[in-house]
């Protein structure tokens, strides 16, 4: 297909550039026929409540219903979510997903007597049960449930927290209509004519050349905010109290521990990430001290630290050729993976181009019966798109030695390592371009992104886990969230992190207000461990150890069976450590002075 043709729609794609859900269902009927057998099948659960104490074969034979069903409601959940994803305004798709939304909730609404009921049986005899070949494939499953006993309410407690789900997305679906469908930000008048400024949008401004325009489209953005300053405090304070009772309710010292606890990562991980960060930030400051004088400004604003030093390195990749580069970096992890991965970038993993009402963006949807399927939009002529692709590879990469490793009910890995295999390959595609870069114009562009992508995975990433723990500390404490305290509690950070080169506006603290991840707590610190636990795997990798690779490898097919800190350690990296955050530092530092050198002694590349 012509990518400069306009935008198809999805009738009119290639097949051959368009992800096949076979390995998924061959067509809707297969899956309408499945839904029925399971929408079927929910009656069984609580059949099964009685099986459950009943000896070996009714343990393992409700644990075997737990796994069937959940396998089918995987497979259900990611063709339902994909085809939706093909064209968000095909009714069909949309009625399909809502369907099998309900028929889920219901599911999991059946099984809500499992838990407490699995945790009154007597210890001693679920371990005597486990320790049979029978159960080997829910061991680690019973597990980890095992380990939630004394924060587990009884049944009657459980339901009336299970009632609470569709109540407790209030704050965060009211923020996300708030800011993406009521706020009106207006247009912003270009060389070209009037654009609509939106969330969309907005990056994309901020990354124009033009600082005036950068300057108006920020104003603008935070005018919409402003004037509803105190409605958006108000719903972040409500999810923070959500937060801190659903802690209390299950007996935890605090909702930060709460929030660590299913992934048993001990808080001085946390602490370890912010206070190596704090001790750090001066070569921040220092990055965003190169960052003015490279755009040859008096003083650094809000709208300035976005917008690229250099321009992108301008050259046109078809799809087969960013493939082939993707493949080509990723040699060093040996021919079974890149064989693989090739197999299925080239093949129908992936939905590679862009068509009318095609979900924006990229992403990986692994599963365990079935291709890690990719989409993509894929634009021949940014090379941030390549590296996209080698990203969303290293997702599907993890999720396909994960499953053919372990029992489905343990495969499942975590955010906290699935942004380590993403990264790491990122890590590696950047070595061979820059090692590559036929002259310096090239190398300032690369290296200018990897920085900034450091800038915003590792360092602003921490500042919004600190953000975070200050202001759940806050409402722990008995001290009120007001719309004043937020912003000055967001703005000590701004300054602390920007430093002394940063001139900030009466509106940069509103910022702290327009997150949609803290409606999600205590999980954006994740991004920041991944990025550094992937930068010293790749060092080490690219300097030549075997040993690396097989840990690396072990890592992968760990899935769900190990613990994200535990999983890491099998790959070589502690991360209950300080050692890795300090490396990464350290990388970044080195990083930012070839970006100097690059720029040049006065490092005053242009004006902006």
């Known amino acids: 297909m012509d990518r400069g043709q306009a935008i198809p729609l999805r009738s009119e794609v290639s097949a051959g550039d368009m992800w096949n859900l076979a390995s998924l269902f061959t067509d809707a009927a297969a899956w309408e026929s499945a839904f029925a057998i399971y929408k079927g099948r929910i009656e069984e659960i609580e059949g099964a409540r009685d099986r459950l104490g009943a000896g070996l074969q009714g343990f393992a034979g409700v644990l075997a219903l737990r796994a069937d069903l959940g396998l089918l409601t995987e497979r259900l959940g990611v063709y339902a979510n994909l085809r939706l994803t093909e064209d968000e305004g095909d009714n069909d798709a949309r009625g399909r997903l809502s369907r099998f939304m309900t028929a889920a909730t219901e599911s999991e609404t059946a099984w809500a007597w499992f838990v407490p009921a699995l945790l009154r049986?007597?210890?001693?005899?679920?371990?005597?049960?486990?320790?049979?070949?029978?159960?080997?494939?829910?061991?680690?499953?019973?597990?980890?449930?095992?380990?939630?006993?004394?924060?587990?309410?009884?049944?009657?407690?459980?339901?009336?927290?299970?009632?609470?789900?569709?109540?407790?997305?209030?704050?965060?679906?009211?923020?996300?209509?708030?800011?993406?469908?009521?706020?009106?930000?207006?247009?912003?008048?270009?060389?070209?004519?009037?654009?609509?400024?939106?969330?969309?949008?907005?990056?994309?401004?901020?990354?124009?050349?033009?600082?005036?325009?950068?300057?108006?489209?920020?104003?603008?953005?935070?005018?919409?905010?402003?004037?509803?300053?105190?409605?958006?405090?108000?719903?972040?304070?409500?999810?923070?109290?959500?937060?801190?009772?659903?802690?209390?309710?299950?007996?935890?010292?605090?909702?930060?521990?709460?929030?660590?606890?299913?992934?048993?990562?001990?808080?001085?991980?946390?602490?370890?990430?912010?206070?190596?960060?704090?001790?750090?930030?001066?070569?921040?400051?220092?990055?965003?001290?190169?960052?003015?004088?490279?755009?040859?400004?008096?003083?650094?604003?809000?709208?300035?630290?976005?917008?690229?030093?250099?321009?992108?390195?301008?050259?046109?990749?078809?799809?087969?050729?960013?493939?082939?580069?993707?493949?080509?970096?990723?040699?060093?992890?040996?021919?079974?993976?890149?064989?693989?991965?090739?197999?299925?970038?080239?093949?129908?993993?992936?939905?590679?181009?862009?068509?009318?009402?095609?979900?924006?963006?990229?992403?990986?949807?692994?599963s365990f019966s079935a291709d890690p399927f990719i989409l993509m939009n894929y634009k021949p002529d940014l090379l941030r798109d390549v590296f996209t692709l080698a990203h969303e590879g290293g997702h599907s990469m993890h999720s396909w030695y994960s499953s053919r490793s372990n029992p489905f009910l343990c495969y499942e890995y975590t955010i906290f390592e699935a942004e380590v295999a993403s990264t790491f390959n990122e890590e590696l595609l950047f070595a061979q371009l820059y090692a590559a870069a036929p002259d310096d114009a090239t190398r300032v562009s690369l290296m200018s992104t990897k920085v900034d992508n450091i800038v915003a995975t590792l360092f602003r990433q921490t500042m919004f886990a600190e953000f975070e723990a200050q202001v759940h500390s806050m409402q722990e404490s008995g001290e009120p969230l007001t719309v004043d305290s937020l912003r000055q509690t967001y703005r000590g950070l701004l300054t602390a992190y920007f430093g002394p080169a940063m001139t900030f506006e009466a509106a940069s603290d509103l910022e702290g207000l327009r997150i949609p991840h803290f409606y999600r707590a205590f999980y954006v610190y994740k991004y920041a461990t991944g990025?550094?636990?992937?930068?010293?795997?790749?060092?080490?990798?690219?300097?030549?150890?075997?040993?690396?690779?097989?840990?690396?490898?072990?890592?992968?097919?760990?899935?769900?069976?190990?613990?994200?800190?535990?999983?890491?350690?099998?790959?070589?990296?502690?991360?209950?450590?300080?050692?890795?955050?300090?490396?990464?530092?350290?990388?970044?530092?080195?990083?930012?002075?070839?970006?100097?050198?690059?720029?040049?002694?006065?490092?005053?590349?242009?004006?902006?």
Request: some cysteine; glycine content about 8%.
């Open 121 to 366: 049986l007597p210890p001693a005899e679920v371990e005597a049960m486990l320790a049979d070949s029978l159960c080997e494939s829910y061991r680690v499953f019973v597990r980890k449930i095992l380990r939630t006993r004394p924060h587990i309410l009884s049944e009657p407690e459980e339901r009336l927290l299970a009632l609470q789900a569709d109540a407790n997305q209030t704050a965060s679906d009211t923020f996300s209509v708030l800011t993406n469908v009521d706020i009106d930000f207006g247009q912003i008048e270009t060389a070209s004519g009037p654009r609509p400024l939106t969330q969309s949008t907005f990056s994309s401004f901020l990354r124009d050349p033009d600082r005036n325009l950068r300057q108006r489209a920020w104003e603008a953005f935070y005018r919409g905010f402003d004037l509803h300053r105190n409605t958006l405090a108000s719903l972040y304070a409500g999810s923070v109290k959500l937060d801190v009772y659903q802690a209390r309710a299950r007996g935890f010292a605090s909702s930060r521990a709460a929030a660590l606890f299913p992934d048993k990562v001990p808080e001085a991980v946390y602490d370890n990430l912010v206070g190596t960060i704090r001790k750090n930030l001066d070569v921040l400051h220092g990055y965003y001290e190169l960052r003015k004088r490279a755009l040859g400004l008096p003083e650094l604003r809000h709208w300035d630290v976005y917008v690229p030093l250099a321009p992108e390195a301008r050259a046109e990749h078809s799809y087969d050729e960013a493939v082939r580069l993707v493949s080509e970096a990723l040699a060093p992890l040996g021919p079974e993976y890149v064989a693989t991965l090739r197999g299925g970038l080239a093949g129908n993993w992936v939905d590679r181009y862009e068509n009318k009402g095609k979900s924006s963006g990229a992403f990986s949807a692994g």
């Open 531 to 608: 990025i550094s636990a992937s930068i010293a795997l790749a060092r080490r990798l690219l300097a030549g150890s075997a040993q690396v690779r097989d840990d690396y490898f072990a890592f992968l097919r760990s899935g769900g069976s190990r613990y994200p800190i535990e999983a890491l350690r099998v790959a070589g990296v502690d991360m209950a450590s300080p050692g890795p955050i300090e490396d990464a530092c350290a990388g970044f530092r080195a990083d930012v002075e070839e970006l100097a050198r690059l720029l040049g002694p006065s490092a005053a590349g242009r004006p902006a």
